[in-house]
């Protein structure tokens, strides 16, 4: 019974003592690793760095592709706009060198009707050397 005392004394003792240390923190740590947790806070640092960098960079990238396509907008658009000129002016020429042809079918034959005699052939005047 006395042993079974000891035993629960020296594990409450034992519980205690690392209630003790639990809530008020150990402030001693071994050498190699202080060592490790310092190495580790350095690494996590560097990262949330290069991390914040690279949200930055992927923010400007972001706004520039936003900005292409809107120039490519903007282009194909105005693509789509002159194209439509385009196959309006070529409708509009056609329509005209219809007219003109039109036009001059309709001339040949009263011109061919009101033609004066053959012309005779000028005469060639003849140089002499000096």
């Known amino acids: 019974m006395a042993m079974r005392m000891l035993v629960v004394r020296s594990l409450g003792g034992v519980l205690g003592l690392g209630l003790v240390l639990s809530v008020t923190g150990c402030d001693y740590w071994p050498p190699a690793l202080q060592a490790q947790i ?4 350095s690494e996590t640092q560097t ?12 923010s ?6 936003q900005d292409m396509q809107s120039q490519i907008d903007d282009l194909s658009r105005l693509n789509r706009e002159k194209t439509g000129m385009i196959t309006s002016l070529q409708n ?5 060198r219809a007219k003109a042809v039109k036009a001059s079918a309709a001339k040949a034959p009263s011109k061919s009707a009101a033609k004066p005699a053959a012309k005779q052939p000028a005469k060639k005047k003849t140089t002499t050397k000096r």
């Open 38 to 41: 310092e190495q580790l806070r």
């Open 47 to 58: 990262l949330t760095m290069e991390k914040t960098q690279l949200q930055a960079q992927v």
């Open 60 to 65: 400007d990238l972001s706004k520039a592709k």
């Open 92 to 96: 509009q020429l056609d329509a005209m």
